[in-house]
């Protein structure tokens, strides 16, 4: 994974402490320096787990997909929650080694 163009697009999260609400925070900025609401992404943490290769893969007109992997050799996150516009959310139930989300009608 890696950047596509003059932007990153991706990031790694961690070490994450287990029992741990962590708070991720996605703002967009567009081709004329506008900044979208932030997703914010809700991460709670069972045990010890770490987000690897988080990245934004695909973006249109109110939506952006994300991709992530948690390490290797360590407990996945069973859920996440993902909050856009300041109030809407949408929990994730990915319990494998690689999640992914498209989240539409962004403002």
């Known amino acids: 994974h890696g950047a ?8 790694t999260i961690g070490p994450l402490e287990p029992n741990t609400i962590y708070i991720i925070e ?3 900025i567009g081709q004329f320096g506008q900044n979208s609401a932030p997703a914010t992404l809700y991460v709670i943490t069972k045990e010890a787990g ?4 988080f990245q ?3 973006s249109g007109d109110g939506s952006v997909t994300l991709e992530w ?6 407990d996945t996150i069973q859920k996440y929650t993902i909050i856009t ?23």
Not at 88 to 103: E, N, Q
């Open 85 to 107: 516009d300041s109030d809407f959310a949408t929990d994730i139930r990915c319990p494998l080694s690689h999640c992914s989300i498209t989240i539409d009608y962004l403002e």
């Open 56 to 58: 934004q893969t695909d």
């Open 4 to 11: 596509q163009g003059d932007y990153d697009n991706y990031a």
């Open 69 to 74: 992997d948690t390490a290797k050799g360590v």
């Open 26 to 28: 996605i703002i967009s």
């Open 50 to 53: 770490r987000i690897v290769d």
